[in-house]
């Protein structure tokens, strides 16, 4: 095939794709797909598939949707009844997800990547411990839409080969965490910042507290409404109050025993 004849082919399937995104566009809205142009972020659109709950109302939004500070046409707005891709944050918006695979567990990795200066990905580079890597997260309601995150689970990495599991929620109060090496006074947080109160660690110990303002701690840390077992030591850093009996083998009395209350 001469030059010109390729040129030829090029253009004409170009505008093949042209006029696909075109019709796309120009769609009915009770139709199946919808590709919609964002005004911020030219050359960028994004998708909305499957129908009948495809409106002109989210199309506009999705077509004026921004990144700046109007809450009216930002993240919060977004609640389709359908699936939507928006390019603007680069994720994938829906009523639900189901995963299954066959003969093997269903898989929902979360990771984050680190780049160079262009952008690129970036394999010598390493995250900083405690780095949070992924996230899943529950969403208020209020009287401009959704509300940030009150609480998650999240996943933070350690180094290549180890991480942790964090619960953590919005605690509503300013605050800051307990004293960190490069801390004193500890890390500030905000009321809307996620704030770790357990974290389960590699090795299966389990910290209650960990990030809690100590300033604002709860009354009980710990509530449990049933009959618990430990195998193991008990350390108590503080009074210890028994409202019931307590029973025994035997006391061994240590020289370094505190009374109780």
Request: charged share 15%.
């Amino acid at each position: 095939m001469a030059l010109t004849g390729l040129k030829r082919v090029v253009v004409s399937a170009s505008l093949v794709i042209f006029g696909a995104t075109a019709v796309a566009t120009a769609q009915t809205p009770d139709q199946a797909l919808q590709v919609v142009p964002l005004q911020e972020a030219p050359g960028q659109s994004s998708v909305i598939f499957g129908g009948p709950y495809v409106n002109n109302g989210l199309i506009q939004l999705l077509r004026a949707h921004t990144s700046h500070s109007d809450w009216r046409t930002s993240d919060n707005m977004l609640f389709p009844r359908t699936f939507v891709y928006d390019a603007l944050h680069k994720r994938l918006i829906g009523p639900g997800l189901q995963l299954g695979d066959v003969n093997n567990p269903a898989n929902l990795k979360l990771g984050r990547i680190l780049t160079n200066d262009k952008d690129e990905p970036d394999t010598t580079k390493r995250h900083v411990p405690g780095t949070i890597i992924g996230q899943i997260c529950s969403l208020g309601w209020g009287p401009k839409g959704f509300t940030a995150c009150q609480a998650a689970l999240q996943f933070i990495t350690f180094d290549e080969n180890t991480g942790g599991l964090c619960i953590s929620l919005e605690t509503g109060k300013d605050g800051s965490t307990p004293p960190y090496p490069s801390w004193p006074d500890g890390i500030p947080f905000t009321r809307q910042d996620l704030v770790c109160h357990v974290l389960v660690y590699p090795d299966g110990t389990l910290v209650v507290g960990v990030n809690t303002d100590p300033r604002q701690r709860p009354k009980f840390s710990l509530v449990v409404n049933g009959n618990g077992e430990l195998n193991g030591n008990v350390v108590i850093n503080g009074n210890l109050t028994v409202t019931g009996e307590v029973r025994a083998g035997t006391f061994v009395p240590s020289k370094e025993s505190r009374s109780t209350k």
